[in-house]
T-cell receptor
């Protein structure tokens, strides 16, 4: 199974872009990269996913390197409500989402 | 759409009691699953189902039973609760089984076993 590595914590100023990195050097050719976030003890919230092309939706952008060994989640204009734990996950075959420790993002005024 | 709905939100049980955690989704999703989340452990898969009448075990299935008689519902049963089952439980669903299908989570059931 592909493993992911994320920084433990990051800070971001309100209104600035938050760039959250993730390494997934053992990803295989048909595995997607997913990003979720979890605010307090709520259920994980789906943000975005991609295979090899960059993706954008109303919440965020996902940039995947050409070799697919790493990716970056971009929140273009972070708000205080974006303070959460962000998880980068590589989907395994039986749909199991292996959530690691994630990155604790703190958006500061 | 309500999405994935879990009930109850909170539950306290005594050791040895049984209960059922309810999960329902109104998105006509084929795939449903149960996770538990413990401090420092991340989310761990308990059981999952790829369609009505089909269930399988995940990473930590012991002490839990599931069934999937309809597409919409996927209840999780604790037959004889133990303190080690104190956790937050999340139900999730996705449109189909496969790499390109996001999981959508409910807001959880916080269970305490005394």
């Amino acid at each position: 199974d592909a493993k992911t590595t994320q920084p433990t914590s990051m800070d971001c100023a309100e209104g600035r872009a938050a760039n959250l990195p993730c390494n997934h050097s053992t990803i295989s050719g048909n595995e997607y990269v997913y990003w979720y976030r979890q605010i307090h003890s709520q259920g994980p919230q789906y943000i975005i996913h991609g295979l090899k092309n960059n993706e954008t939706n109303e919440m965020a952008s996902l940039i995947i390197t050409e070799d697919r060994k790493s990716s970056t989640l971009i929140l273009p204009h972070a708000t205080l409500r974006d303070t959460a734990v962000y998880y980068c996950i590589v989907r395994v075959e039986n749909n199991d989402m292996r959530f690691g420790a994630g990155t604790r993002l703190t958006v500061k005024p | 759409n309500a999405g994935v709905t879990q009930t109850p939100k909170f539950q306290v049980l005594k050791t040895g009691q049984s209960m059922t955690l309810q999960c329902a989704q109104d998105m006509n999703h084929e795939y449903m699953s149960w996770y538990r989340q413990d401090p420092g452990m991340g989310l761990r898969l308990i059981h999952y189902s790829v369609g009505a009448g089909i269930t399988d075990q995940g990473e930590v299935p012991n002490g839990y039973n599931v069934s999937r008689s309809t597409t919409e519902d996927f209840p999780l049963r604790l037959l004889s609760a133990a303190p080690s089952q104190t956790s937050v439980y999340f139900c999730a669903s996705s449109r189909w089984t496969g790499y390109n299908s996001p999981l959508h989570f409910g807001n959880g059931t916080r269970l305490t076993v005394t």
